[in-house]
């Protein structure tokens, strides 16, 4: 019983390692990023999640990294309203 946790722990130890290197690596490889987010809907509630989504973006790439735009029209527009 002793072996298989050692062995558990020592698995446990290198995947965490692993993705701790991976998640490193991948948050220095971003470059500049274009990306629009587009809003034609009129409900509160989707329009802040597509916010929300907008900040997740951000946080997860840089804002020196993203040049992020908003298009809304037609319904989207209530969105100005908040």
């Known amino acids: 019983m002793k072996t298989i946790i050692k062995s558990?722990?020592?698995v446990l130890?290198?995947?965490s390692m692993a993705f701790g290197v991976?998640?490193?690596a991948q948050a220095e490889g971003y470059g500049k990023q274009k990306v629009a987010y587009h809003?034609?809907?009129d409900d509160a509630k989707r329009q802040?999640?597509?916010l929300r989504?907008?900040?997740n973006h951000i946080n997860a790439v840089g804002a020196e990294n993203l040049d992020l735009r908003f298009i809304?029209?037609?319904k989207g527009l209530s969105m100005?309203?908040?």
Do not use: D, E, F, R
Request: charged share 0%; net charge neutral.
């Open 48 to 50: 802040v999640g597509a």
């Open 22 to 24: 991976t998640s490193t």
């Open 8 to 10: 558990l722990s020592a």
């Open 80 to 82: 100005l309203l908040l």
């Open 53 to 55: 989504n907008a900040q």
């Open 13 to 15: 130890a290198v995947l």
């Open 72 to 74: 809304m029209h037609g």
């Open 39 to 41: 809003i034609n809907y």
